[in-house]
């Protein structure tokens, strides 16, 4: 007569099977040195798009081309679209002004 296995038994031998099967076929088939360059290269693009959102809000604050208003509207826009938006400075926005009202008086 077999043992009876409780549940939580048969889970674990389970699991280390599955576990053992999932190391093998990656050991097996070599796709872990292409994630890993996937990895590397969508870190390279997400540093990148950081770099460019960051360089972008600095440039919008220490610009003197618009006031306050202005510059608010481009951080806005950044944080919007956190890759269009600093393209869009850098082409766009960087040299044109927001002219404000002639005051009357």
Do not use: H, Q
Not at 37 to 50: E, Q, S
Not at 57 to 71: D, E, I, M, P, T
Not at 78 to 86: D, E, H, K, S
């Amino acid at each position: 007569m077999l043992a009876e296995e409780t549940p939580g038994c048969a889970y674990c031998r389970d699991m280390t099977t599955l576990t053992l099967a999932s190391g093998s076929t990656l050991a097996d088939t070599g796709d872990t040195t292409g994630s890993v360059v996937v990895v590397v290269i969508a870190l390279a693009f997400a540093l990148a798009g950081a770099v460019l959102f960051l360089a972008g809000v600095v440039s919008v604050l220490r610009s003197g081309n618009y006031a306050s208003g202005g510059k608010a509207v481009w951080v806005l826009a950044m944080l919007a679209f956190p890759l269009v938006g600093p393209l869009a400075w850098f082409v766009w926005g960087r040299k044109s002004t927001m002219s404000n009202p002639p005051s009357a008086g």
